[in-house]
Nanobody, 122 residues
Framework: QVQLVESGGGLVQAGGSLRLSCAAS????????MGWFRQAPGKEREFVAA???????TYYANSVKGRFTISRDAKNTVYLQMNSLKPEDTAVYYC????????????????WGQGTQVTVSS
């Protein structure tokens, strides 16, 4: 498995931007497709975005499409650039790794980070 550590969360006003980072340890990072999920208080964990092993393919939840961009470098980090943030984007954001590219189900992701809080004020 791969160990994941997120960073970059914080407090931002509506319309602002944040970039989340997820650093992976282990030499198997390139073996995994990567994803971002989020969970708001009282709500279920929901899929946000995912990227293939090579980085050549991505897909997004409809709620963030056109505002968020997922990317990864060749070394060990995956990013989530979040623009035009809305108060409803407020949640704890989690990075996760999977061997099953194409899934939006959190149960298909076997490795998780500890999460980073994103708060968007109106």
């Amino acid at each position: 498995q791969v160990q994941l550590v997120e960073s970059g969360g914080g407090l931002v006003q509506a319309g602002g931007s944040l970039r989340l980072s997820c650093a992976a340890s282990g030499r198997t990072f390139s073996s995994y497709a990567m994803g971002w999920f989020r969970q708001a208080p009282g709500k279920e964990r929901e899929f946000v975005a995912a990227i293939s092993r090579s980085g050549g393919s991505t897909y997004y939840a409809n709620s963030v499409k056109g505002r968020f961009t997922i990317s990864r470098d060749a070394k060990n980090t995956v990013y989530l650039q979040m623009n035009s943030l809305k108060p409803e984007d407020t949640a704890v954001y989690y990075c996760a790794a999977t061997s099953t590219y194409g899934s939006t189900w959190w149960t298909d992701f076997g490795s998780w980070g500890q999460g980073t809080q994103v708060t968007v004020s109106s």
